[in-house]
Nanobody
Framework: EVQLVESGGGLVQAGGSLRLSCAASGFTFDDYAIGWFRQAPGKEREGISCFRSSDGSTYYADSVKGRFTISSDNAKNTVYLQMKSLEPEDTAVYYC????????????WGKGTLVTVSS
């Protein structure tokens, strides 16, 4: 059974940092891409970053480029999202997802972790 479990969300002041984790199980980690998405209240889901294990490629949305960093610990089957210089506009539920490649509609999803950035 494929499982993706996010952790690390919480409340942080603007300008602060958080690191999200996505622990994956139930599939061959090296064959998949892991993406991070977020959805703020009343807004559409936004794909913000993705890590492709097959070649180590990383992708970032313009809204987070330069502030967020995605990384992977293949030994732990875990992908991280380091978030810095957080802004109130970053407040959302953050989800990780897995698929064979980085896409918007990925096959497997975690339940999400809430990030709240106060001004």
């Amino acid at each position: 059974e494929v499982q993706l479990v996010e952790s690390g969300g919480g409340l942080v002041q603007a300008g602060g940092s958080l690191r999200l984790s996505c622990a994956a199980s139930g599939f061959t980690f090296d064959d998949y891409a892991i993406g991070w998405f977020r959805q703020a209240p009343g807004k559409e889901r936004e794909g913000i970053s993705c890590f492709r294990s097959s070649d180590g490629s990383t992708y970032y949305a313009d809204s987070v480029k330069g502030r967020f960093t995605i990384s992977s610990d293949n030994a732990k089957n875990t992908v991280y999202l380091q978030m810095k210089s957080l802004e109130p506009e970053d407040t959302a539920v953050y989800y990780c997802a897995a698929d064979r490649d980085c896409t918007y509609d990925m096959d497997y999803w975690g339940k999400g972790t809430l990030v709240t950035v106060s001004s």
